[in-house]
């Protein structure tokens, strides 16, 4: 029996089609040069169509205990966690029929690090483009920015790798595939909350 998050399949295997469109970011990873970095961008408008999406279940509020906090936070997590379980599988199942491993053009994992990334800004993002008090020009601003420092962050740490990234690169088939890149997600959101917490003393 084959382990699709290990990569491990039979010789002459073909992964179903639905597995080459996750795995390359419907795609996004067969562009040329740097295709992480093309999966990643790729990736902002699917993660502000889910944040949007989800925002009408119950909207940002500061209560963790109310309702209207569970219908915000969980279908998000739920996304989160089954788009990434989604990307194990079907990377794992690409990367077996050929004979590289974690090739470029497997973007699934970029996918959700920025998803990772983003999602501190969720709260911003669930009403992008956001419609600021001051000038145009300070708006439009500031709307590049809540989409490209979470983006220059996840691809500076997806490409230095600091620990653990590259030991969980190291693990097989998909799980090594996807785990490094979650957490350089996971990085790029600490520094952005280093980053709210010194600019604007909030978490």
Known sequence: MSD????????????????????????????????????????IPFWLLVFHLCRFGGG?????????????????????????LLAVIASGKVEAEG???????????????????????????????????????????????VLLVPFALFRLFDIWKPWPCKRLQDLHGGLGIVLDDVAAGIWAALILVALRFIFFHAY
Not at 16 to 31: I, Q
Not at 104 to 127: H, K, N, P, T, Y
């Open 99 to 145: 004979a590289s491993i974690d090739p470029g053009f497997i973007v699934a994992d970029e996918w959700i690090g920025m998803g990772i990334s983003l999602w501190f800004l969720r709260d911003q993002l669930a009403f992008w483009p956001l419609s600021g008090d001051g000038s145009r020009w300070m708006t439009i601003i500031a709307n590049a920015l």
């Open 4 to 43: 699709p998050a290990s990569g491990m399949e039979a010789p002459g295997y073909k992964a179903p089609r639905w597995a080459w469109w996750v795995a390359t970011g419907f795609g996004s990873g067969l562009l040329k040069p740097a295709p992480g970095t093309w999966g990643s961008l790729a990736a």
């Open 60 to 84: 940002v509020t500061q209560s963790p205990w109310s309702l209207r906090f569970l219908l915000w936070e969980l279908p998000i997590g739920l996304a989160l966690l089954g788009y990434g």
